[in-house]
T-cell receptor, first 111, second 113 residues
Framework: GQQLNQSPQSMFIQEGEDVSMNCTSS?????WLWYKQDPGEGPVLLIA?????ELTSNGRLTAQFGITRKDSFLNISASIPSDVGIYFC???????????FGQGTRLTINP | DAGITQSPRHKVTETGTPVTLRCHQT?????MYWYRQDPGHGLRLIHY???????DKGEVSDGYSVSRSKTEDFLLTLESATSSQTSVYFC????????????FGSGTRLTVV
């Protein structure tokens, strides 16, 4: 089936640092979504992207829909302790209704 | 978000016993999904439903069955639980008419001993 390659798998950073993670696919996607999962909870939608080249922000988070429609990135600026969690990219492949998920990026922040 | 609830939140069961997990939504979303989450595997789709009595298999459906007799309820049954089915199970809902994202429940942690 469809696969998304999400990297890095884990990140260990200092509070205040900026974070960048990305997702790539070998095929075209019509939408890109970024989720965050807190410990013991389900993933929560952070940002949704619908057009190639689209750049969208949500507070300190910024995500972009790659111009080739095969990739997306998420940036977090000035990280804070509550940013800890697992971040998932997801998307709808062209012609598909179901979402495909990346493997997740586990973010750990040292105070 | 109280729009989707899973029960139970935690369960320990013995190998070979049947187990049913429940997902209940109050959003009237058409689509419902069951995922399992395991370290190193991310979220893997077990089964999904695109309407009452309409269900289909996902990528890891062996050993699982589902039923949807009402819009609001989607049940996942482990026919005969095995230790490999120890996992965290998430239900999700979506409706294409209301955006492309899925809304997830809080999960059920299932341990098979």
């Amino acid at each position: 089936g469809q696969q998304l390659n999400q990297s890095p798998q884990s990140m260990f950073i200092q509070e205040g640092e900026d974070v960048s993670m990305n997702c790539t696919s070998s095929s075209i996607f019509n939408t890109w979504l970024w989720y965050k999962q807190d410990p013991g909870e389900g993933p929560v939608l952070l940002i949704a992207l619908y057009k190639a080249g689209e750049l969208t922000s949500n507070g300190r988070l910024t995500a972009q829909f790659g111009i080739t429609r095969k990739d997306s990135f998420l940036n977090i600026s000035a990280s804070i302790p509550s940013d800890v969690g697992i971040y998932f990219c997801a998307g709808h492949p062209q012609g598909a209704q179901k979402l495909v998920f990346g493997q997740g990026t586990r973010l750990t922040i040292n105070p | 978000d109280a729009g989707i609830t899973q029960s139970p939140r935690h369960k320990v069961t013995e190998t070979g016993t049947p187990v049913t997990l429940r997902c209940h939504q109050t959003e009237n979303h058409r689509y419902m999904y069951w995922y399992r989450q395991d370290p190193g595997h991310g979220l893997r789709l077990i089964h999904y439903s695109y309407g009452v009595k309409d269900t289909d298999k996902g990528e890891v459906s062996d050993g699982y069955s589902v039923s949807r007799s009402k819009t609001e309820d989607f049940l996942l049954t482990l026919e005969s639980a095995t230790s490999s089915q120890t996992s965290v199970y998430f239900c999700a809902i979506s409706d294409p008419g209301r955006g492309y994202g899925y809304t997830f429940g809080s999960g059920t942690r299932l341990t098979v001993v």
